[in-house]
């Protein structure tokens, strides 16, 4: 069921661009991790390559502690804005001071693979962040953040934060999933040319890296989203496929 109309008062070009939730592949629950750990096991992955379980929802009820009963903002700036996986009440465009987009986080699954990691996009420190803030309703918060946390936290490489976003209608206070810099997979001094370097030819059972660049620029573009940045990597890796 599509979003109602009054979700998008406030940024009406996200109308119809939005995935809901009812037909999300995002939104998943104890089950699909349950086929993942089978697969990874087939795959001779090591234990803990994923989070624990309980790790996982001790780390969603303390960050969210004196929040479960109350409208929550969130912050997001890649496939969270067009794929949230969760029911939401409004959504606004926002923007946040001192984080900026950057492929910083090694993946060895979906997009690379062990012998030849991709990367994943994450917010890294400095900069500012072009997004969305939208905000689930206070009888949902619970509920709704337990599949956020199933999404985000699936492997423990982001952090979550609260932040002051700013929007046009003013600033929210919103939760956000920045680059965890204590994660395994943080690269937290990896160059531009770098990254172009290892998305031109990483590819995983999801499909190429460079495709998931790709798309996240394209969507951005298209719900009027800037990020020069970015902009300028997909066009550095595309430049280095061809090379290649």
Same mark, same amino acid.
């Given at each position: 069921m599509p979003f109602p109309d009054h979700v998008f008062r406030h940024a009406p070009a996200l109308m119809g661009k939005i995935t809901p939730p009812d037909v999300s592949n995002v939104r998943f629950g104890l089950d699909r991790f349950d086929e993942l750990? =089978?697969?990874a096991r087939e795959e001779g992955?090591? @234990?803990g390559w994923r989070m624990d379980h309980d790790a996982r929802e001790a780390n969603r009820q303390t960050v969210l502690e004196g929040r479960l009963d109350r409208d929550l903002w969130v912050f997001a700036y890649g496939s969270l804005i067009w794929d949230p996986g969760v029911y939401i009440d409004e959504y606004r465009y926002a923007t946040l001071q001192g984080w900026r987009r950057s492929f910083c986080m090694r993946i060895q699954g979906g997009r690379g693979t062990r012998d030849c990691p991709g990367l994943m996009a994450a917010l890294d420190t400095g900069g500012q962040c072009q997004g969305v803030a939208f905000r689930i309703p206070a009888p949902l918060v619970d509920r709704e953040t337990t599949f956020m946390w199933n999404r985000e936290m699936f492997s423990g490489g982001?952090? @979550?934060?609260? #932040? &002051? =976003? &700013? &929007? @046009?209608q003013g600033p929210v206070d919103a939760l956000t999933f920045v680059i965890n810099p204590s994660g395994q997979g943080y690269l937290p001094d990896i160059t531009k040319d770098e990254m172009a370097r290892i998305i031109a030819v990483a590819e995983g059972n999801l499909g !190429?890296?460079?495709d998931y660049l790709d798309s996240m620029m394209h969507h951005l573009e298209e719900l009027g989203l800037e990020d020069p940045d970015m902009a300028?990597? !997909? #066009?550095l890796a595309k430049s280095r496929q061809t090379e290649a």
């Open positions: 750990d =089978v697969q992955w090591e @234990p982001y952090h @979550p934060i609260f #932040a &002051t =976003v &700013t &929007t @046009p !190429r890296n460079f300028h990597l !997909r #066009a």
